[in-house]
């Protein structure tokens, strides 16, 4: 079965130039911060930002730099004891934090390959595309097993 016919095509996705403010507010509500798709005018997926670009966005120093020297140690700053500028809401936008690098699905793909993807790089949830990069919905690993569960006659 194909992405396509399981996944959401309902997804809350923010632009490039969506402030930090702005994205806090659209999830103020919800238990969990889930993967937000990040697009360009033409709906063409840009990025994602998950919870984890909210924590590196108050980290003092970059991760990824921290990589190119081996004899330093990784160490996450508590978020609680970080001096954050009230500011920081409308000066971070989405460009800043977001992962450039990501990991989507194309929408013909099969349900079987997107729960593989999943496995591999340990993802709960990923945005769907079509041919032409622009985002069409997102598919979870609750689908997938949704369906599987469907297709075994456990669910109607």
Do not use: C, W
């Not at 699905?105 to 591999?120: H, T």
């Not at 709960?124 to 949704?146: S, T, Y």
């Amino acid at each position: 079965m194909p992405v396509k016919e399981v996944m959401s095509k309902d997804v809350i996705f923010v632009r490039r130039s969506t402030k930090l403010r702005e994205l806090l507010d659209i999830f103020k509500s919800f238990h969990i911060f889930p993967l937000v798709p990040v697009i360009e005018e033409n709906r063409r997926l840009a990025g994602v930002v998950s919870f984890r670009n909210l924590i590196d966005a108050f980290q003092s120093y970059h991760p990824d730099v921290l990589k190119l020297v081996p004899f330093l140690d990784e160490e996450e700053q508590n978020i609680f004891k970080i001096e954050i500028s009230e500011d920081m809401g409308d000066l971070v936008v989405m460009e800043d934090i977001m992962d450039h690098e990501y990991i989507s699905i194309m929408g013909d793909a099969s349900l079987e390959e997107a729960y593989n993807l999943m496995k591999l790089y340990l993802k709960e949830e990923l945005p769907v595309v079509d041919r032409a990069g622009g985002l069409i919905g997102r598919i979870g690993i609750f689908d997938i097993l949704n369906a599987a569960f469907r297709k075994k006659g456990i669910i109607k």
